[in-house]
C-alpha cells in the first residue's frame, strides 16, 4: 500500500515500511474480529467502497485504538515481490528482499531483516511466487493460479477507475449536459 493518500490509507506514524493496514493478516480474539467485521459489513452496505483494503483503512481512521498494527513484523510478515512484474518473485537472495530464511536448531526459519524479528506467519499477494522461500523452508509451493491473477488484477483496477467516476460523476454529468447543450446550439444555427 501507498501512504500517500492519507485520507484514504491509513498508516502508523512509526519510521517504517511496514506502518501501513493489510487486510491479508488478522489475529484477535473471535468476538472482537466478529464485531470488527460487523461494523466492517456495516460501513460496506454504507459507502460501497468495493475494496478490502480500504474499507479496514476507513475502519482504522474512524477507531484507531482498536487495531494494534505489527509494524515490526514480529507476529506477521508481509511479503512483497523483490523481482518480476505482475507475476514477480520473492527472491531472499535479492538484497532488497526484506526477509532471509537461516537454519535454527529445529529447521530454517524467517527473519526479517530490518527489525532482526522472526515473524510466525507469512502473507504474500495473490501472484506473488513464494516458491524460492518456500523450498527453503522445505515446503512444496502450490501452483501460481494465472487465470486468477489476472480477474484480481483487473478487478483492482477498475476499482479505482469506478472509484474515480463515482468521484467525478456530477462533473461528468454537468459536462455531458453541456457538450449536449452545444451540440444543440451548433445543430440550430446550421440548420
Avoid at 480500504?54 to 511479503?79: G, W
Avoid at 523452508?137 to 502450490?142: R, S
Avoid at 456530477?170 to 449536449?180: A, G, Q, T
Wanted: charged content about 20%; overall charge positive; aromatic content about 16%.
Amino acid at each position: 500500500m501507498s501512504n500517500n493518500k492519507k485520507n484514504i490509507i491509513a498508516y502508523n506514524s512509526k519510521e517504517t515500511d511496514y506502518n501501513r493496514l493489510c487486510t491479508g493478516l488478522l489475529a484477535g480474539y473471535a468476538g472482537n474480529l466478529l464485531a470488527l467485521f460487523k461494523d466492517l459489513k456495516k460501513i460496506e452496505e454504507e459507502q460501497h467502497i468495493g475494496n478490502d483494503q480500504i474499507l479496514l483503512n476507513v475502519y482504522y481512521l474512524k477507531y484507531p485504538a482498536s487495531i494494534r498494527l505489527d509494524y515490526r513484523c514480529e507476529l506477521f510478515q508481509n511479503l512483497w515481490r523483490t523481482s518480476g512484474g505482475l507475476y514477480g518473485k520473492i527472491l531472499p537472495e535479492d538484497k532488497n528482499c526484506e526477509i532471509e530464511v537461516f537454519e535454527e536448531g529445529n529447521g530454517p526459519r524467517i527473519r526479517n531483516k530490518y527489525f532482526n524479528t522472526m515473524p510466525l506467519f507469512l502473507h504474500a499477494p495473490f501472484n506473488l511466487d513464494m516458491s524460492s522461500v518456500l523450498s527453503k523452508l522445505h515446503l512444496d509451493p502450490p501452483p501460481l493460479d494465472y487465470k486468477r491473477g489476472w480477474y484480481y488484477w483487473k478487478y483492482s483496477i477498475l476499482f479505482y477507475i469506478k472509484l474515480g467516476i463515482r468521484f467525478y460523476l456530477k462533473e461528468l454529468v454537468f459536462l455531458f449536459l453541456l457538450l449536449l447543450a452545444l451540440l444543440l446550439i451548433i445543430i440550430s444555427f446550421s440548420g
